[in-house]
Structure formats: structure tokens, C-alpha cells
T-cell receptor
Framework: DAGITQSPRHKVTETGTPVTLRCHQTENHRYMYWYRQDPGHGLRLIHY???????DKGEVSDGYSVSRSKTEDFLLTLESATSSQTSVYFC??????????FGSGTRLTVV | KNEVEQSPQNLTAQEGEFITINCSYSVGISALHWLQQHPGGGIVSLFMLSSGKKKHGRLIATINIQEKHSSLHITASHPRDSAVYICAVDNTDKLIFGTGTRLQVFP
């Protein structure tokens, strides 16, 4: 969907290195979310944002931080990547009118 | 007990069959969403429901707010419908997800 893009699409990184994933939207939606998807767990919320500089933790926030300095960008940072953070990461945006739109996902492998 | 339960977990069908996937939830919601994910693919929103019924092509979604239950129906199923279908409910501006139903439609 052209309204939301994630980068990178794939990344392999070493344990202990910092990693930043980017989510960019062109819809001017207030709410943005970061999820991870793992076999047997489904989608789990990491962090979300309800406006510029307004963020909150989800159910699996340990080891992750986020920043939202502009409406269109929501960054997810793994401060020091661990193998347990190997996953597929999805960004999403939402509005009352349009519901949820998901990005294409980022496949992250921590070796 | 999960707050959003889907059934069945896995479903196989022959092309042309009528498919039903069920979702029950136990929390208050502002809306319910049906999502589709093809293998290795992204997540697509199919429906957002707060009451009644919606139809899009061969897909129909219904919700009964009193019974806290929703169904997703696929008429005249096709192999390209093979995917994981996920029910999610909007609860205090966050989604709570079901574990998904894996559908395989064989020619």
C-alpha cells in the first residue's frame, strides 16, 4: 500500500549491534504502531504512538525504543540486538475512518 | 483464556466450497477487523466492522455485538484464497489479535 512504507525490507545484523527500522506514512494518520510476528505468537504490539513525541509501550517493549519526531515517521530501535529479536516486524497506521493499514514488513535476523 | 479466539485454527477446502471462519471476543470493542496474510506476505485489511454485515466481492463479514461474535464467509472459494485470516478487535486504541486461521483451498 502506497500510504505506508517500511525500510529496510530485510536485514541481517550481529548480536549486540544497534538496529533502527523506519516506518513512513503519507496519510497524516495520528496513530502508528510497531508489531512483531513470530510463529506460535501471532502479532504482538511493541510500541505505539498517538502523536508527535507521544509514544507508549506495548506488551513486548523490553529491548526496544521508539521515536516520532514527525507525523510521517515512526522509528523502532533495537538498542543492542539479541537473537530473540529475530522476527518479522510490521508497522501499521490507523484512523477511525480507514481502519488499519499495515506495512510490508521487515524481516530481521540477528546472528 | 485469550481475549480473542478464532476457530478453526486450520481449514482445508475444495475449490468452490463455502467457507466460514469464526471469531469470539471477551472485551469491549469499538470495532472488529478481519485481516488476510498470504504466506511470506504482508497483512491486508479486509473488513472493519462495528455492527451488522459487510460484503466485498466473495467475502462477507458479520458481527453480533450482543454475542461478541463475528464470522468471515468466503463464497465460491478459490485456491488464491489460501492464506491466514486474522481476527483483531480494537480495544482502547490498540488491536488485540486472534491467533489466525490457516486456510488452504485445493483445486
Amino acid at each position: 500500500d502506497a500510504g505506508i512504507t517500511q525500510s529496510p525490507r530485510h536485514k541481517v545484523t550481529e548480536t549486540g549491534t544497534p538496529v533502527t527500522l523506519r516506518c513512513h506514512q503519507t496519510e497524516n494518520h495520528r496513530y502508528m504502531y510497531w508489531y512483531r510476528q513470530d510463529p506460535g505468537h501471532g502479532l504482538r504490539l511493541i510500541h505505539y504512538s498517538y502523536g508527535v513525541k507521544d509514544t507508549d509501550k506495548g506488551e513486548v517493549s523490553d529491548g526496544y525504543s521508539v521515536s516520532r519526531s514527525k507525523t510521517e515517521d515512526f522509528l523502532l530501535t533495537l538498542e543492542s540486538a539479541t537473537s530473540s529479536q529475530t522476527s518479522v516486524y510490521f508497522c501499521a497506521i490507523s484512523s477511525n475512518r480507514d481502519g488499519y493499514t499495515f506495512g510490508s514488513g521487515t524481516r530481521l535476523t540477528v546472528v | 483464556k485469550n481475549e480473542v479466539e478464532q476457530s478453526p485454527q486450520n481449514l482445508t477446502a475444495q475449490e468452490g466450497e463455502f467457507i466460514t471462519i469464526n471469531c469470539s471476543y471477551s472485551v469491549g470493542i469499538s470495532a472488529l477487523h478481519w485481516l488476510q496474510q498470504h504466506p511470506g506476505g504482508g497483512i491486508v485489511s479486509l473488513f472493519m466492522l462495528s455492527s451488522g454485515k459487510k460484503k466485498h466481492g466473495r467475502l462477507i463479514a458479520t458481527i453480533n455485538i450482543q454475542e461478541k461474535h463475528s464470522s468471515l464467509h468466503i463464497t465460491a472459494s478459490h485456491p488464491r484464497d489460501s492464506a491466514v485470516y486474522i481476527c483483531a478487535v480494537d480495544n482502547t486504541d490498540k488491536l488485540i489479535f486472534g491467533t489466525g486461521t490457516r486456510l488452504q483451498v485445493f483445486p
